[in-house]
């Protein structure tokens, strides 16, 4: 996905929302920070193998779109799909 999502500035979670947010949960935490979960849990045997979560947290927006990043190259998928 590329551009801006409507009403979203550069740089707010709604453009993760935007791009993820079809796979994931993605929220600002109580005390500082993001977390997503998936909205569809992974078995650990699935999990162990590719590498991938069902819970993520980061202190920064740009972490978190780094971490969701990865996790969609380990699952194969294009960004915004």
Same mark, same amino acid.
């Given at each position: /996905?590329?551009?801006?999502?409507?009403?979203?500035?550069?740089?707010?979670?709604?453009?993760?929302?935007?791009?993820?947010?079809?796979?994931?949960?993605i929220?600002?935490?109580?005390?500082?920070?993001?977390?997503?979960?998936?909205?569809?849990?992974?078995?650990?045997?699935?999990?162990?193998?590719?590498?991938?979560s069902?819970? /993520?947290?980061?202190?920064?927006?740009?972490? /978190?779109?780094?971490?969701?990043?990865?996790?969609?190259?380990?699952?194969?998928?294009?960004?915004?799909?």
């Amino acid at each position: /996905m590329t551009g801006t999502p409507d009403g979203a500035k550069p740089g707010t979670i709604a453009i993760l929302i935007a791009r993820y947010g079809r796979h994931w949960l993605i929220s600002e935490a109580v005390g500082g920070g993001y977390y997503a979960v998936r909205r569809h849990s992974l078995s650990e045997e699935v999990l162990e193998r590719r590498s991938l979560s069902n819970v /993520m947290c980061a202190g920064t927006l740009g972490e /978190m779109a780094r971490r969701l990043a990865v996790e969609n190259e380990r699952e194969g998928r294009v960004p915004g799909q």
